[in-house]
């Protein structure tokens, strides 16, 4: 009996083993992607250049011709980099809103906080009211900020109701969609033509206006946040196989459900503001890590935010092969290739990961 336990043991450790194995060479590949998007991005404008000239220029700058220098470091590396930071934080706050809320369609853009940052930036553009005077140069992306923490904060607020459940979150984040989306048809509705266009561009989510200081922004809150998240790792996992199994393997399940709203819109908030409205990979790339890695959040935490990262840096790399010369919306490319890809994973495998 003891030599049966002895050899039953040492086969589950070498399940496990290999297990891991095949979970990081898939956080290994999915890193490879990455760095590839990245270059490829990085390659494709309105000029092309040829991979071999930009990997030379962005690891020996000093040899590289002046202008091909100034296009890729001070134009094209922010927005390839700028996406791969607010790809990973929308992916990594999706993957614990749906954790925490036991809900597959969890995510900052359905739960209402990017139609909330999409409203506050509606209020700079046409009424030219900045929330914070002090910035005022800077009150469209404050604006957007300050209204999507102030969605986050009534969630959370709310949250801690006695008697609220989940499913009244979800509920209340549908309900904040219909009501800033219909505040921002009402502003739009007033809005002069030049506000109402630069409205319509900011809602369709963009990337032209990085800048190394928004990537900057965007990276400490997702080095901060990612951390504390990891800390978190084993009661997020049990949290997965239900509140009361959490609870009773000691897991503080509502303390842990508010710290978590409060950090992921945190990392929802300060993305949103810089490039707009983004949907689908808050939802998309915490599945698709999801289907690859399994639950175990010591691989599903940083498998969602690779995943994020690679599908948003994807879809820059298609916002500008689309159309040679032009860069289209980044949202608009997001919807367009998030919806199917969205409804495979639905029809296929997603429904047997809940």
Known sequence: MTALSLMSSSENAKSYRTLT??????????????????AVDVSLGPARYPLPDVLRTLFMPSSADLQMRVVIWDIRMPMALLAVTVGASLSLAGAQMQTILANPLASPFTLGLSAAASFGAAIAMVLGVALFPAAIALMVPINAFAMA??????????????????????????????????????????????????????????LTKATWGKVAVTAIILAVCAPLFARRAWALTAVRLGETRAAAMGVPVKRLRLET?????????????????IGFIGIVGPHVARLLLGEDQRFFLPGAMLSGAAILSATSVLSKAILPGAVLPIGIITALVGVPFFAALILTKGRKSW
């Open 261 to 277: 709203l409060f950090l992921v819109s945190l990392l929802a908030a300060v993305p949103v503001s810089f490039v707009g409205t």
């Open 21 to 38: 194995a095949r979970r990081i060479v898939v956080l290994c590949g999915l890193l490879a992607l990455l760095v590839l998007s990245v």
């Open 149 to 206: 923490m102030a969605a986050s904060l009534l969630i959370f607020g709310l949250s801690t109701l006695r008697g609220v459940t989940v499913e009244t979150i979800i509920l209340l984040g549908i309900a904040l969609v219909f009501s800033f989306n219909a505040a921002l048809a009402l502003l739009q509705y007033f809005a002069s033509e030049q506000a109402l266009s630069a409205v319509v561009f900011w809602t369709m989510g963009s």
